[in-house]
């Protein structure tokens, strides 16, 4: 289990679409791995972070919450603000205290941004289910048409309404 370098506290594990993420339920600070954090945040902000963590031109301050050694502070400007966050560079995961996960900015895709939340939760459950059924009939090609055919009929269901 991970603990907050803060509190020295055990995380909570949540599942987010983009993977897990652990939160202390006592500061709100998060820990988040770099390949998570790819699909939420753009591209040229983890990159840069990434980079300066392995440069290894920052101090040390907090330990990191997955391998417990003591990592460098990154700074990065958002919104003419500066956040100093705790990166390890070994277990590629980033620390965020309270609110600054929140506070950057996220990167967004076109079709959730269209799709009501129910519609994407259905569209999400279709997709499981058509992959499980997928993986059973791998070699049955009249049933993958028929997968293929139920999510083309809900994807019209969905649209239908915009
Ligand atoms: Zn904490
Ligand atoms: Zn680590």
Same mark, same amino acid.
Request: hydrophobic content about 35%; overall charge neutral; aromatic content about 12%.
């Given at each position: 289990?991970?603990?907050?370098?803060?509190?020295?506290?055990?995380?909570?594990?949540?599942? $987010?679409?983009?993977?897990?993420?652990?939160?202390?339920?006592?500061?709100?600070?998060?820990? %988040?791995?770099?390949?998570?954090?790819?699909?939420?945040?753009?591209?040229?902000? %983890?990159? /840069?972070?990434?980079?300066?963590?392995?440069?290894? /031109?920052? $101090? #040390?301050?907090? &330990?990191?919450? @997955?391998?417990?050694?003591?990592?460098?502070?990154?700074? %990065?400007? $958002?919104?003419?603000?500066?956040?100093?966050?705790?990166?390890?560079? *070994?277990?590629?995961?980033?620390?965020?205290?309270?609110?600054?996960? &929140?506070?950057?900015?996220?990167?967004? *895709? &076109?079709? +959730?941004? &269209?799709?009501?939340?129910?519609?994407?939760?259905?569209?999400? /459950?279709?997709? #499981? *289910?058509?992959?499980?059924?997928?993986? +059973?009939? #791998?070699?049955? $090609?009249?049933?993958?048409?028929?997968?293929?055919?139920?999510? +083309?009929? #809900?994807?019209?269901? @969905?649209?239908?309404?915009?």
């Amino acid at each position: 289990m991970y603990n907050c370098p803060e509190c020295k506290i055990q995380l909570n594990k949540s599942l $987010n679409p983009a993977g897990i993420i652990w939160t202390c339920p006592t500061c709100s600070g998060k820990a %988040i791995s770099v390949y998570v954090l790819k699909k939420l945040i753009p591209d040229n902000i %983890i990159n /840069k972070l990434w980079e300066r963590a392995k440069s290894c /031109k920052y $101090n #040390v301050r907090r &330990e990191c919450p @997955i391998c417990n050694k003591s990592i460098p502070e990154v700074p %990065i400007v $958002n919104e003419d603000k500066t956040i100093y966050l705790d990166i390890c560079a *070994k277990c590629h995961f980033i620390w965020f205290d309270g609110q600054e996960y &929140e506070s950057l900015p996220k990167r967004e *895709k &076109e079709t +959730e941004k &269209e799709l009501s939340p129910e519609a994407r939760e259905a569209l999400a /459950k279709f997709q #499981v *289910k058509i992959a499980d059924e997928r993986y +059973e009939y #791998v070699y049955d $090609n009249v049933w993958l048409d028929m997968g293929q055919a139920i999510v +083309e009929t #809900v994807l019209f269901m @969905i649209f239908r309404r915009f």
